[in-house]
């Protein structure tokens, strides 16, 4: 018996297009709750593989007959075999290949704009996880902002592209996913760039992000400027690229900010935060368009399924920008965290080089939900 699979991919394209689609997710119940596929269009019908063994009758009710069916678990294995006794009940469901470790680690590449003297903006949309990374390309150079450990793709569409990496930037020392940017500088002998207030027990080698730095791509000399804008750590830096888009790392997002405490330091940078939100970006012109290192929910999408909005809207829309009084602010940040990330601390170790698990304890890792906002 074959069933057909979906790819992560094509997943992603139903999601960012809008499309319907109905998922029967045989995870079990605290695993949907706290990570699941979203979308617009979705509907959802979480049922434990361990309630189906003895069969899906039961379930085959519940499933539409005008939407797509799509199983999904961790890993691929029950999800193959429910879509089997889905198959032989009449039902025509597919099966998410590679699961929702596929889910999590799959990017989409999404063109964000033109560069104005030649060249292009890319965004790289990690839809399962929430995190966005970049590629600025002119004349035949490369730039790489916040990429993750999936190093292959940027890798190939730098290729694709016909271009050279020359620079790969890290905002900050990611909590929440591991960073690939290291491993890109080296496959490519572009230099790595971290902040140095990030990079106190790094035990590799890296280049200073300092504030004011400016590096240039191409023949028309695309500069990508950083600004230092601490909060979420103490070393946070954004870039504001072609003097069109402002970077803002995990300080800024379109429907939050960032959170302050993931090295147990909220008191002590929730007032970097507000500096760096209601100073330093408050000087920056209105027109820059705000491309932030990840999406907390599906909303923040827009239609192209990029991740981005003018700077000028975000101070009049998002709450996090319109907090007047200072300690009313402290306390929505301090006060509103979410859970930790998953293995957040063991993340951190290995973006500092202190460890280095292998593949599949990587992807364990990484598994669920961002979770670098204040909600």
Known sequence: MTVKAMTAKEVARKV?????LFI???????????????????QYLNTPYFDLLDGVEEVVSELPKDRDILVVCAKEGSSV???EMLDEEGVDAAYLEGGMKAWSEHLEPVKVGD???????????RIGKGCLSYMAISDGEAAIIDATRMTDIFLDFAQEKGAETKHVFDTHLHADHISGGRQIAEATGATYYLPPADAEEV???YAELADGLEVAIGDAKIKIEALYSPGHTIGSTSFIVDDQYLMTGDILFIDSIGRPDLAGLAEDWVGDL??????RYAELADELIVLPAHFMIMDELNADGSVAKKLGDLFKENHGLNIEDEQEFRDMVTKNLPPQPNAYQDIRSTNMGKITPDEEVQREMEIGPNRCAVR
């Open 16 to 20: 960012i297009d809008n499309e319907p």
């Open 274 to 279: 507000r500096e760096s939100l209601y100073s």
């Open 203 to 205: 035990v590799f080698d």
């Open 81 to 83: 075999m429910v879509a």
């Open 115 to 125: 560069l104005k003297n030649g060249g292009e903006l890319y965004q790289f949309v």
């Open 24 to 42: 029967l997710d045989v995870r079990n119940g605290d695993a949907f709750a706290d990570w699941k596929i979203e979308g617009g269009n979705i």
